[in-house]
């Protein structure tokens, strides 16, 4: 969360970060109930021309979903998990790039159909300047389309963005 100058002060003054906005824990957990309806597999294909097998599992008591990429690098697996940290949403890429950014989600539209996810920090990132993915954007078109817009951060500025469009996979024994 970026805060202002005043924001700050008030921070260094009472020893406490402020509260979020009410509305802001109702869309988080909003989008987090949306992300766990993915659980199932998905077929996603990228603007930079890979295809790819995702797999959406919700986890750990239903307080995480995880989503495992086969061969968007070819032989390699990234996942993705999402949770809740009291009222905001995160979600830690581990990436073949070797580093894991979290990210947290910053802005939620059409009526949660969007949902936008900014750089909070990153493990393995020496500086916030090597590479890493540094946000992404994701809209729900319906309960069997979506699609995630990544942006690649490093030497001080975004060097390219990427957008998948995931389509779910009927299940098993499925007409």
């Given amino acids: 969360m970026r805060i202002g100058w005043l924001a700050l002060a008030a921070v260094l003054v009472s020893g406490r970060a402020p509260e979020a906005p009410p509305a802001a824990g109702a869309e988080a957990r909003a989008a ?14 990228s603007t930079k021309g890979w295809e790819e097998d995702l797999r959406y599992r919700v986890i750990a008591g239903g307080s995480a979903v995880l989503q495992t990429s086969f ?11 999402f949770h809740l940290d009291g009222d905001r949403l995160l979600l830690t890429h581990y990436c073949v790039a070797g580093n894991q950014p979290r990210l947290v989600a910053t802005g939620f539209a059409d009526g949660g159909r969007t949902v936008t996810f900014s750089f909070l920090d990153a493990t393995n990132l020496e500086s916030r300047d090597r590479g890493h993915m540094d946000a992404v954007v994701y809209r729900f078109a319906d309960e069997d389309h979506v699609s995630s817009q990544w942006t690649w951060y490093q030497d001080g500025h975004e060097r390219w963005l990427e957008l998948i469009e995931s389509t779910r996979r009927p299940a098993a024994g499925a007409p």
């Fill in 32 to 45: 987090f109930a949306r992300f766990s309806r993915l659980e199932g597999t998905w077929r996603g294909r």
């Fill in 71 to 81: 061969d968007a690098h070819p032989g390699e697996t990234m996942a993705t998990l």
